[in-house]
């Protein structure tokens, strides 16, 4: 369990910097990534916890509660249930935003099909299990709230 709880240490140390410094936004299995957007959509100053990786499924019919995110910031939660990886991506931020995503597995980067984020609300995003993060960047706001998706080989 230590050995498990010092890897989980390294990795949220890891992945702080990324988020903070290139744009990228890093999630690893049983992180929840806490991080302040610019006005302009790019990420700022970041905090990574560790957390239940069930916190990223979407809630079962009239069960769970939404708790608000802090306003002009993004809470990302990744985990896996069953077959499935989930990732959960509150928005506290006022406008609608498209944005690329990559599943990563094993150190290679996969593009992921992914869809507009909505405003002010819990978005989620469903890929096949078997990646260990996601990383999010290319954040851009739309005009309107039309949600279009990325084709399946990824990509804006």
């Known amino acids: 369990m230590i050995g498990r709880a010092a890897a989980l240490a390294a990795a949220i140390l890891v992945a702080t910097p990324a ?10 299995l049983g992180q929840k990534v806490t991080v302040a ?6 990420p700022g100053a ?3 916890e560790a957390v239940s990786e069930a916190e990223a499924a979407p809630p079962r019919p009239g069960q769970g509660r939404f708790a608000d995110p802090p306003e002009g910031t993004l809470v990302l939660i990744l985990g896996r249930e069953g077959d499935r990886l989930h990732l959960k991506l509150e928005s506290g931020v006022s406008r609608a935003f498209d944005y690329r995503g990559e599943l990563i597995t094993g150190g290679r980067r996969t593009p992921a ?21 996601v990383e999010i960047s290319q954040l851009r706001f739309r005009a309107t709230n039309e949600v279009t998706c990325s084709p ?3 990509g804006p």
Do not use: F
């Not at 988020?19 to 999630?27: H, L, P, S, T």
């Not at 957007?37 to 790019?42: M, V």
């Not at 099909?113 to 993060?133: D, F, I």
């Open 19 to 28: 988020a903070a410094e290139d744009g990228v936004i890093r999630v690893g």
């Open 37 to 42: 957007i610019t006005p302009d959509g790019r």
């Open 46 to 48: 970041t905090t990574v």
């Open 113 to 133: 099909r992914v869809c507009t984020a909505l405003p002010l609300m819990a978005n989620y995003e469903q890929w096949p299990a078997g990646a260990e993060a």
């Open 152 to 154: 399946p080989e990824g």
